[in-house]
């Protein structure tokens, strides 16, 4: 029945491979950064922080730079000049045992990392169209997730056997990494006439993006959803260990089972989802709803603290109710931006969309930290108003969007609608 919508787009496989590839690259530095760039360069840990944070920084600013280049240049060169850049920077940080040099092979791979979500999600579009999209958002999340999960497996495997010194060859295994998915995305070739970069000039820059009210309002809504990304990795171990008294090796379950759920069902809850025809605006907005109602579950288990095994039994609970809100928000919400997207400007457009992920990541730390520090549930409480207002953002805003961005496969044309044209973004 549903079989027109999971044939496979050309170069799905190879786009596949490489982000599982380059996760594995991923997984095998991000969970021990600080450490890893520490026994790497042998700097401090302050020296090491303090220039993460300013490249990190860095990176941000550089994101429209990206946005523009894949407009003018198309996503899968600068896609390919991306992996390019993180496999330079991974091979040299052996040789990085300076401050200065440090900094520069920091920024280089700052610049390519944060960036790189732009790119990605373009490439997306100018290979897939429709449910196709949902599908691939899907299976490029689960497959990140179990490279990552992977990569740490690896690291702690290759630690366990010879000790801290072995950080300098997983540098080479992470530009290894990169380089191997690079030549697989090489392989990729957008869809014949999705994109004509020289009938298509963009005719304002982001100036179109700025007077977009409906993308706008997209980003915004966007924003108060990542709030809810960024718990799992900064509020549940602060929360875990100051509010509710438990073990670090919660944290660990934690992580563990969110990674295990994602890789493992992501792709049949995105499927589930997608073949029910559900609007994206309506599949995301539940999947907004269900991160509200795990953080109302941790304010509650914050309020009752029951005992060590209902404690542990009630936060898996509340942490497959958030995971089961990260599958059916994530394939959605990303997929939505793609299509809404103009596609002259799509690299424009996505990277102001990316934005509000990076800036929920930036601001999350300092004000969870914040709230956690006057009253546990504080936090939980801010990011249930958030979830909530995400979800009713994206439901207003579904009349505002293009109809061909709402439903990944709509049943018949609208009349009257009007196709999305590069020169006249919709504005509510």
């Known amino acids: 029945m549903a079989a027109s919508t999971e044939v496979?787009?050309?170069?799905?496989?190879?786009?596949?491979?490489?982000?599982?590839?380059?996760?594995?690259?991923?997984?095998?530095?991000?969970?021990f950064s600080l450490v890893f760039f520490h026994h790497v360069t042998g700097l401090s840990f302050a020296a090491v922080g303090l220039v993460l944070t300013v490249t990190g920084l860095a990176g941000l600013a550089f994101m429209p730079m990206?946005?523009?280049?894949?407009?003018?240049?198309?996503?899968?060169?600068?896609?390919?000049?991306?992996?390019?850049?993180?496999?330079?920077?991974?091979?040299?940080?052996?040789?990085?045992?300076?401050l200065p040099a440090f900094a520069a092979v920091a920024l280089v791979t700052a610049l390519a990392d944060r960036s790189f979500p732009v790119a990605q999600q373009s490439l997306i579009g100018?290979?897939?169209?429709?449910?196709?999209?949902?599908r691939l958002q899907a299976s490029l999340r689960a497959l990140q997730n179990a490279g990552m999960g992977a990569g740490a497996m690896i690291v702690s495997g290759v630690l366990a056997l010879w000790g801290t010194g072995a950080f300098g060859h997983t540098a080479y295994g992470n530009a290894l990494a990169f380089a191997l998915a690079g030549l697989l995305v090489s392989r990729v070739r957008p869809v014949r006439g999705a994109r004509s970069t020289s009938a298509k000039r963009p005719p304002a820059g982001y100036r179109m993006v700025l007077r977009d009210r409906p993308f706008l309002g997209l980003t915004a809504a966007n924003?108060?959803?990542?709030?809810?990304?960024?718990?799992?990795?900064?509020?549940?171990?602060?929360?875990?260990?100051t509010w509710l008294h438990g073990p670090d090796s919660l944290t660990g379950a934690a992580f563990t089972l969110n990674t295990v759920l994602c890789a493992g069902i992501g792709v049949l809850v995105a499927g589930r989802v997608r073949r029910s025809g559900a609007r994206?605006?309506?599949?995301?907005?539940l999947g907004s709803l269900l991160f509200a109602a795990a953080f109302v579950g941790q304010i509650v288990l914050g309020t009752v603290r029951p005992g060590q095994g209902a404690t542990l039994v009630a936060l898996l609970a509340v942490v497959v109710?958030?995971?089961?809100?990260?599958?059916?928000?994530?394939?959605?919400?990303?997929?939505?931006?793609?299509s809404a997207a103009p596609e002259a400007v799509r690299g424009r457009y996505l990277a102001t969309y990316q934005l509000s992920y990076s800036l929920a990541t930036a601001l999350a730390p300092s004000l969870f930290t914040a709230?956690?520090?006057?009253?546990?549930?504080?936090?939980?409480?801010?990011?249930?108003?958030?979830?909530?207002g995400a979800a009713l953002a994206l439901v207003r805003l579904e009349r505002h969007l293009p109809a061909e961005a709402v439903r990944a496969e709509p049943p018949v044309a609208v009349a009257g609608a009007q196709p999305r044209d590069a020169a006249a973004p919709t504005t509510a």
């Open 321 to 338: 109710l958030y995971t089961l809100g990260e599958l059916v928000h994530s394939p959605s919400g990303g997929a939505l931006s793609v």
């Open 371 to 388: 709230l956690l520090s006057v009253d546990g549930r504080l936090p939980w409480a801010l990011l249930t108003l958030t979830a909530t």
């Open 280 to 285: 994206r605006t309506r599949s995301a907005a």
């Open 66 to 98: 990206a946005g523009s280049a894949v407009d003018r240049f198309g996503a899968r060169r600068v896609t390919l000049a991306l992996y390019a850049m993180r496999t330079l920077g991974f091979a040299l940080y052996p040789f990085a045992d300076s």
């Open 8 to 31: 496979r787009v050309p170069g799905e496989r190879p786009l596949l491979v490489a982000a599982g590839v380059s996760a594995v690259g991923i997984g095998m530095y991000v969970p």
């Open 223 to 241: 924003f108060l959803a990542a709030l809810g990304y960024a718990a799992l990795s900064v509020l549940f171990p602060l929360y875990i260990t």
């Open 126 to 134: 100018e290979v897939a169209h429709g449910g196709a999209q949902d």
